[in-house]
């Protein structure tokens, strides 16, 4: 079964480039382009796996959509990209940074997945 992941950004073309890659990985994708759409998603979607935030949305933006789906699912993970993740790690509390290059960016959501996954069921 794919993971479902609500993908959030504000950059159609970068979306449109990331969400193909991620269906490519066989991963199921849902795109928000808005903080409201984020959060419309959150409540409608069942079975989302986990949030990718694109670094295209503001901070502030990002606070609100972590704060949300925390409300929603305290263990829900949510995944900020980032373009030199592993030289600045997340600035949000609850949120794994994620590389923006292709290849450690999957690398990096399956590690994460498979983290959030093992906590979960222990």
């Known amino acids: 079964m794919a ?11 970068l979306m449109t480039v990331r969400t193909m890659v ?18 419309e998603c959150l409540h409608q979607i069942k079975g989302v796996d986990f949030i990718l935030l694109c670094h295209s949305i503001p ?9 949300a789906s925390h409300d929603w699912n305290p263990l829900l993970p949510v995944l900020c990209v980032e373009p030199d993740a592993y030289a600045y790690p ?15 960016f999957l690398r990096d959501i399956r590690k994460i997945l498979q ?7 222990a």
């Open 115 to 121: 983290k959030t996954r093992s906590r979960r069921s």
């Open 59 to 67: 901070g502030h933006e990002q606070k609100q959509i972590i704060a």
């Open 22 to 39: 991620l269906r490519h990985e066989e991963f199921d994708v849902k795109e928000a382009y808005t903080v409201n759409e984020a959060i």
């Open 90 to 104: 997340s600035m949000h509390e609850g949120c794994y940074s994620v590389e923006n290059v292709a290849p450690m």
């Open 3 to 13: 993971n479902m992941i609500l993908s959030v950004g504000f950059d159609r073309q």
